[in-house]
């Protein structure tokens, strides 16, 4: 009988445990209600059939155009300037064996995306061509353990931005600094079963990921998860016991799109186009709509 009530409390306090490290922020953010109000171009509202790159200025112009929020990837040059690519090495989007974190502000025009006449964007120029119209859902992606300066720089240049963002990051330590440094700003923890993915994530990095272990440190505003993955225990039951403010990414099909739904998530999209409206577009982005080779 002993060692039942031992095993009993055991479970209890382990159950216990694990309910508060997965607690997210308990306070609901001023802009939660206008991030809520869109749903998000995954890197933009990309098209490889008409020559449109992910992550480039055509890109972010068309999601805006057509009343899309967009998510964009984060990234310092050689220089500490952000610069908007997902991966750190340009093999995949520009066919160069070569890190972003290893180019000069001044070469990085000489980089094509894609095979297109598109370059990496600065984050300043994609701030100034959005100006606000729709928001922005911003990655930040650390390399080489630079979370405090990724932070850091990307805050400075949104300094005295009047359009309604939300940063978010993979990496604990980079939501962390945001939640110490820059506690008005609204803050996501991205997440999800990488290493099924294909990531080559550590272990037991990627179990702390997916299990969301570091939220009762980092509180996150809002959760940003897999949406293959988002029927996870950890991700249940935090969406049972706190109904957290949740993205779901990257719904690449309807039916994911119909799964972030029933999830009470926002849709972070690719490869499809749902319904939505447009807002009037800046002069670049009209300039892009009536130029057939998207150039400025």
């Known amino acids: 009988m002993i060692i039942f009530y031992i095993v009993s409390g055991l479970v209890l306090l382990f159950l216990l445990s694990w309910a508060v490290m997965i607690k997210p922020s308990g306070r609901k953010h001023p802009l939660e209600t206008e991030i809520k109000k869109y749903i998000y171009a995954h890197r933009g ?34 220089d500490g300037t952000p610069v908007i690519i997902h991966d750190t090495s340009l093999r995949r989007t520009a066919g160069e064996d070569i890190d972003i974190t290893d180019i000069h502000d001044s070469d990085i025009p000489k980089y ?14 994609v701030l100034r061509v959005i100006g606000g119209r729709v928001p922005l ?14 932070t850091d720089r990307v805050m400075n240049e949104l300094e005295g931005y009047t359009g309604i963002y939300a940063v978010q990051s993979f ?19 991205l997440a999800g079963f990488l290493r ?6 550590h272990r037991f990095l990627d179990f ?27 991700m249940k039951l935090c969406r049972t016991l706190y109904k957290p403010f949740e993205l779901n990414w990257t719904c690449k099909k309807k039916a994911h799109h119909i799964i972030a739904h029933k999830n009470g998530a926002i849709p972070i999209f690719e490869n499809y186009i749902p319904e939505k409206s447009g807002e009037s577009p800046h002069p670049y982005c009209a300039r892009l709509r009536s130029n057939s080779n998207h150039t400025e």
């Open 196 to 201: 099924k993915n294909g990531d080559t994530l």
């Open 112 to 125: 094509s995306l894609e095979g297109t006449n598109q370059t990496i964007p600065f984050f300043s120029d």
């Open 171 to 189: 990496d604990p330590r980079a939501v962390n600094h945001l939640r110490k440094s820059y506690p008005h700003i609204m803050r996501g923890q």
């Open 45 to 78: 509202l990309h098209r490889k059939d008409n020559g449109i790159p992910e992550n480039s200025l055509p890109a972010f112009c068309l999601a805006q155009e057509n009343g899309y929020g967009i998510e964009l990837d984060i990234h310092l040059s050689a």
């Open 208 to 234: 702390g990921l997916r299990n969301l272990l570091t939220n009762f440190i980092t509180k996150p505003h809002f959760i940003s998860y897999r949406v293959q993955d988002t029927d996870r225990p950890s």
């Open 137 to 150: 859902l911003i990655e930040l992606k650390v390399d080489n353990d630079n979370y405090r300066e990724l």
